[in-house]
């Protein structure tokens, strides 16, 4: 089992930054890819970016240029950058874990972040 725990989300204004943080726990060394993905209200869930184990990245069109997401695998920890932040961007912002295993894969998701951007 994995536990996601995320942090940082908040209220800002248009144009401005904020940074995610999600720290993983319990079978760590079983992750592989890590990510964000985005759910604004009565919407679904959307993929904002993703980052292997070894640091290949991966990111949603509407975000490339202005999110960047990295990964310490020292701390179990997978960050989400966002700059130029947009209205649209407001949503809950979920972090996730995959752990594969002998027949396909596990994923996690920690409980989600509220990011807010007025305009």
């Known amino acids: 089992q994995v536990q996601l725990v995320e942090s940082g989300g908040g209220l800002v204004q248009a144009g401005g930054s904020l940074r995610l943080s999600c720290v993983a726990s319990g079978s760590v060394s079983s992750i592989d890819a890590m990510g964000w993905y985005s759910q604004a209200p009565g919407k679904q869930r959307d993929l904002v970016a993703t980052i292997t184990s070894g640091g290949s990245t991966n990111y949603a069109d509407s975000v490339k240029g202005r999110f960047s997401i990295s990964r310490d695998n020292a701390k179990n920890m997978v960050y989400l950058q966002m700059n130029v932040l947009k209205p649209e961007d407001t949503a809950v912002y979920y972090c996730?874990?995959?752990?594969?295993?002998?027949?396909?894969?596990?994923?996690?998701w920690g409980q989600g972040a509220q990011v807010t951007v007025s305009s």
């Open positions: 996730y874990a995959d752990s594969p295993w002998l027949w396909g894969r596990t994923r996690y």
